[in-house]
């Protein structure tokens, strides 16, 4: 079997007093689209930050392309080839669209096929690129936080809850950028709610709750179980089909 | 080519554009438009002080840090012209040694500052640098020896740069190109370039890195960008601008003293004109500047006129009497606060529609 692109081995966070993984075991397969799914609070945010460094592990390791990225800081990380979609339309107000993806690009220079690209996923942001990220709507501050890890071809990249708060037609244009991102042979950890969208996206699986791995598997079989559905994430998928 | 100048930051708004061509104008001829020493010395005041806002601006605009270090550098530069000049001699040696020197330590010095307190939060930096320069202060102060102590420097500048110098016999537009007007000029061209290089910082990719660290550095370092090291170079760039600032101060006042370069009123002063102008707009700072400069010097003298003005109105003479000119001065900034929070530049920009 070949070894996964990102694996963490019994990873401890405590944030203050707070003990809030409490030893995840994870494997997220390189060319892949793995699916963290969970309650709230269960700490999927928090162990994306892990990986990127924002909260140091307390214990346990965090191996990315066969090195140790335990304790690097967060520049180190995101420069050693994962890019982070933070939730929350993490864009920046004050600089322009352009400005935004211009800074993601580490070279400092966007390719032009890749912007064309990128303008073929999110066509808005082709039409605001010169406006400030600040005036653009919800949805589309949402697709130009992910174009900026897109503006590059990224090894990993790790994406936290992308369709929080958007409506139901900017959720289904979302999904379709992320198949094509996919199809482009991208290896993506999504951490997201809706079931429905991460079944469509995921080809692996992996469950959290109380900061534990608590399932990991191909999502095919979670989709066609609806029991294992239900004991672990209260769902009656029945009721969504 | 004014693209290029400028770094493709126009003003973008015509009103905000026509104002800053009339100060751009104003310093450029200064020596010709106005006679006595008090209007040059202002404008030669606004040149350096335009220097030393947008530096600071760089640093509370652009980048998020507040500090009040910012008069220590702009007091390095002073010091280093004035001890350069006073100990070695009045020539231009001495001028380039002082400045170098000043700029080096400056340098140094905010690097040193950054690298040990840009990583705990902003507050407790803004203490920090409080602190350091507040230490410094009374050192220039105790060192009396090689700083004058309270009494400051007095000096000799190099013989072309004397109010006895005169460069020919005849006059230009009426006025005598002398030791003055040349120091003027050094003063208005070497901060019009060093506000130009700071406009081609913040428009340059390090800049945007600056702006993003600024709105939110735990985005920029998951972007790659390591925020400290950023925070840092910013530091030392602006530290470098105010030391030249307090050298040129230093030339044209031919005197370095902790009143003219150290004082904590100097850096509120600085505070208050990077805010009435606008934080984040290098434009801000010519605004700013000139504005609160203009006031400083000109405020007490109308308010004079004004008092005589009303001196049979009750109240109204003692409301605008020349001694209450800090009252107004007071009242003038909350009001500008209240109606332009985003500084006047940035208030007039919003007028057109431009951010």
Redesign the interface.
């Known amino acids: 079997m070949p070894e996964p692109l990102l694996s963490l081995d019994g990873v401890h966070t405590h944030i203050g007093r707070y003990h809030i993984l409490q030893g995840v075991d994870l494997a997220v397969p390189r060319g892949g689209f793995t699916v963290l799914l969970g309650r709230n609070g269960a700490g999927k945010t928090t162990t994306l930050r892990t990986i990127?460094g924002?909260w140091k592990a307390s214990k346990g390791s965090i191996r990315f392309a066969g090195n140790d990225v335990t304790a690097r800081?967060?520049?180190q990380i995101?420069?050693a080839g994962i890019a982070?979609v933070?939730e929350n339309m993490?864009i920046?107000?004050?600089?322009t669209v352009r400005?935004n993806l211009?800074?993601?690009a580490?070279s400092?220079e966007i390719d032009p096929k890749r912007l064309e690209w990128i303008f073929s996923l999110f066509p808005a942001l082709q039409r605001f690129f010169g406006l400030?990220a600040g005036a653009l709507s919800g949805g589309q501050k949402q697709m130009l936080s992910i174009a900026?890890a897109l503006i590059e071809p990224r090894e990993l990249i790790l994406v936290d809850e992308p369709t929080k708060g958007l409506a139901p037609a900017i959720v289904s244009n979302m999904i379709r950028a992320f198949r094509e991102v996919k199809n482009a042979g991208a290896t993506v950890l999504l951490v997201e709610q809706n079931f429905m969208a991460a079944r469509m996206l995921g080809d692996t699986v992996a469950v959290m709750d109380d900061g534990r791995i608590v399932h990991q598997g191909l999502m095919a079989e979670l989709a066609a179980d609806h029991a294992l559905q239900h004991r672990l994430l209260g769902l009656h998928l029945d009721k969504h089909q | 080519m004014l693209g290029r100048i400028l770094s493709g930051d126009f003003p973008r708004a015509w009103p905000l554009m026509v104002v800053l061509l009339i100060i751009l104008l104003t310093l450029a001829l200064a020596p010709f438009l106005f006679s006595g020493a008090q209007p040059l010395n202002v404008a030669a005041k606004i040149c350096v002080f335009i220097l030393l806002v947008a530096s600071y601006d760089l640093l509370l605009g652009y980048t998020g840090i507040v500090s009040f270090a910012h008069t220590m550098f702009f007091g390095i530069g002073g010091y280093g012209a004035a001890i350069a000049l006073a100990r070695i001699g009045p020539d231009w040696g001495s001028v380039a040694i002082g400045t170098l020197a000043a700029m080096i330590v400056a340098g140094v010095l905010a690097l040193v500052i950054g690298l040990f307190s840009l990583r705990v939060r902003a507050i407790f930096f803004a203490m920090i640098t409080l602190a350091v320069a507040t230490a410094f202060a009374v050192l220039a102060s105790q060192l009396s020896g090689i700083t004058g102590g309270e009494d400051g420097l007095s000096y000799r500048v190099p013989e072309i740069l004397r109010p006895s110098f005169r460069l020919s016999e005849g006059t230009v537009l009426g006025t005598a190109i002398n030791g003055r007007v040349i120091t003027y000029y050094i003063v208005f061209f070497a901060a019009l370039a060093g506000f130009l290089v700071l406009l081609r910082i913040v428009n340059s990719p390090f800049g945007r890195v600056l702006q993003a660290i600024r709105e939110n550095d735990f985005r920029a370092e998951a972007l790659g960008y390591p925020v400290v090291v950023y925070r840092s170079i910013a530091s030392v760039a602006s530290a470098v601008m105010a030391a030249l600032a307090g050298v040129l101060l230093a030339l044209w006042l031919r005197y370095t003293g902790p009143d003219t370069t150290l004082s904590f009123a100097i850096m509120i002063d600085v505070l208050l004109m990077v805010v009435i102008g606008g934080m984040g707009t290098m434009y801000g700072a010519v605004i700013g500047a000139s504005l609160m400069i203009l006031a400083e010097n000109y405020l007490q003298a109308l308010m004079k006129g004004l008092g005589e003005a009303a001196s049979g109105v009750p109240f109204a003479s003692a409301l605008l009497s020349a001694d209450r000119w800090l009252l107004w001065l007071g009242i003038l900034f909350i009001l500008s606060v209240y109606f332009f929070p985003a500084g006047i530049v940035g208030k007039l920009r919003a007028l057109t529609g431009k951010r």
């Not at chain 1, 920046?92 to 600089?95: I, K, Q, S, T």
């Open positions: 990127m924002m800081p967060t520049p995101a420069s982070y933070p993490s920046f107000a004050g600089l400005e211009v800074l993601a580490r400092g400030a900026r």
